[in-house]
Nanobody, 119 residues
């Protein structure tokens, strides 16, 4: 399974970006999909997750500004980021749990996409 992210870049404070992550490969079913972020010198933290039933969870720091969504037919997850702040600057990673027909679940990470918020 491969996760390909896109949509990162440089944006001014108060601006918006939309991240996309498409999963491909041998996929039986996808459970939770999510976005994590890691700033230099910090650990990787959850930003937002969404289940296959569209139940969402957000870090307190992004609530009301970020919206996670997914297209199950395309195995794609999105992160709409509004009202961006300099403290949102980080490498953003896509993450997903994929189930196999055996019932086992496997965790996958994308390569990361850089988001920089600066004037």
């Amino acid at each position: 399974v491969q996760l390909v992210e896109s949509g990162g870049g440089l944006v001014q404070p108060g601006g918006s970006l939309r991240l996309s992550c498409a999963a491909s490969g041998s996929i039986f079913s996808i459970n939770v999909m999510g976005w994590y972020r890691q700033a230099p010198g910090n650990k990787r933290d959850m930003a937002a997750t969404i289940t296959s039933g569209a139940v969402t969870n957000y870090a307190n720091s992004v609530k009301g500004r970020f919206t996670i969504s997914r297209d199950n037919a395309k195995n794609t997850v999105y992160l709409q980021m509004n009202s961006l702040k300099p403290e949102d600057t980080a490498l953003y990673y896509c993450n997903t749990y994929v189930s196999a027909p055996t019932g086992n679940s496997y965790n996958y990470w994308g390569q990361g996409t850089q988001v920089t918020v600066s004037s």
